[in-house]
């Protein structure tokens, strides 16, 4: 416990910056840094050009009490390395909001001012800092917090508000309200951010989609099984020594809850992954199924799906679960394979029929 609170005060009673030793009052360390030294404010500000969503601690006299660089007076420069631009002296400062990792950060920003200089929000891409807005940019996001959420979300299921809930925590523990609300902004940001890593993942961006047959290139995203025979890939029209075996099941766990949806929402993948086209999928499904022959008033007497069909159909659920083939000697979901359903455990046919022509289509 001693070693705990020694982190708390003074390293030393020197009142000397330790790389200028220069007299300088208060004395300023970094939270972030390893092994931090304590500086002064102008020596503190240089040894962050690089580093500048670090939180630091300002001596008051009796204790040390949480600052932000801006604060100090940090000035974070685009598009020089760091150095101010030459063009952009005269000009003053634009506030910007930048959610990193370790929270949210209030800076003042420095565009590049050049004759041949770049946009700013893609000024703000090349320092890795993903815009908001593209217009006029006044939030942020660091590659660095999308990429940490992208792995949060894959492996422990963590949901977009916890993990924002998490950094205004870290801004600010003891007046959370304080701190700016960019959960909005977050969530849109995090789903460009999802489709561009899919996007440079399957080599989409590097025109991949140009060297293969038109089924694999038109569903480049969702990445078809290498070990499983694929015409005009790894296996030619004119042979057949091997086999591709496909199996179908339903997930009835993976229901989506009926909520308001924006009309002006556009899809980013709509049919180049694993599900299909949500359109036409929707115009098949209503051409050929008669929902009316289901009474949601009739109780289920089914012990076995109880729960399920307790949010079926109308009553809370805009999909009960979905129906997916794979291939079933590796478990690799086929391409435009997988649809939604829309009455509890019941399988409906033209799901599953049109499930199935997506996952054979080329």
């Keep these: 416990m001693d070693e705990c609170l020694r982190h708390y005060g003074r390293s030393s009673e020197s009142e000397t910056c330790a790389q200028c030793q220069r007299s300088s009052v208060p004395i300023t360390?970094?939270?972030?840094c390893f092994q931090p030294p304590e500086l002064c404010r102008s020596c503190q500000i240089e040894a962050h050009v690089h580093q500048p969503f670090h939180w630091v601690d300002v001596w008051s006299g009796d204790y040390f009490a949480r600052d932000s660089l801006q604060n100090l007076g940090l000035i974070l420069n685009i598009g020089h390395c760091g150095a101010a631009c030459p063009a952009a002296v005269p000009y003053p400062t634009i506030p910007l909001v930048v959610v990193h990792i370790n929270g949210v950060h209030k800076m003042s920003i420095s565009f590049c001012r050049?004759?041949?200089?770049?946009?700013r929000y893609v000024q703000l891409l090349r320092e890795r800092l993903f815009p908001a807005s593209y217009e006029h940019p006044q939030t942020a996001f660091t590659f660095a917090v999308l990429a940490d959420f992208h792995l949060h979300t894959l492996c422990s299921k963590k949901s977009a508000y916890d993990y924002y809930a998490k950094i205004v925590r870290q801004t600010s523990d003891v007046v959370p309200s304080s701190t700016s609300d960019r959960y909005r902004e977050f969530l849109r940001a995090c789903r460009i951010w999802m489709d561009l890593e899919a996007t440079r993942r399957s080599g989409q961006a590097h025109g991949l989609q140009r060297l293969l047959p038109a089924f694999a290139a038109a569903r480049i995203r969702s990445p078809l099984c290498p070990a499983c025979p694929q015409l005009g890939i790894n296996v030619t029209v004119n042979e057949h020594l091997v086999t591709l075996y496909l199996g179908g099941d339903g997930n009835f766990s993976l229901s989506s809850k009926k909520k308001a949806v924006d009309g002006n929402d556009t899809p980013l993948n709509n049919g180049a992954g694993f599900f299909p086209e949500q359109e036409h999928f929707q115009n098949y499904i209503t051409t050929h199924e008669d929902f009316k022959l289901v009474d949601y008033r009739q109780p289920q007497t089914c012990s076995g799906f109880k729960t399920s069909m307790l949010f079926q159909g109308s009553l809370g659920c805009r999909s009960s679960g979905v129906y997916s083939w794979s291939c079933i000697r590796h478990g690799l979901y086929r391409p435009?394979?997988?649809?939604?359903?829309?009455?509890?455990?019941r399988y409906v046919f033209s799901n599953v029929d049109y499930a199935f022509a997506g996952a054979i289509s080329g």
């Design 29 to 32: 360390r970094c939270r972030e």
């Design 114 to 119: 050049c004759d041949d200089g770049a946009k």
């Design 336 to 345: 435009g394979g997988t649809v939604d359903l829309q009455v509890g455990e």
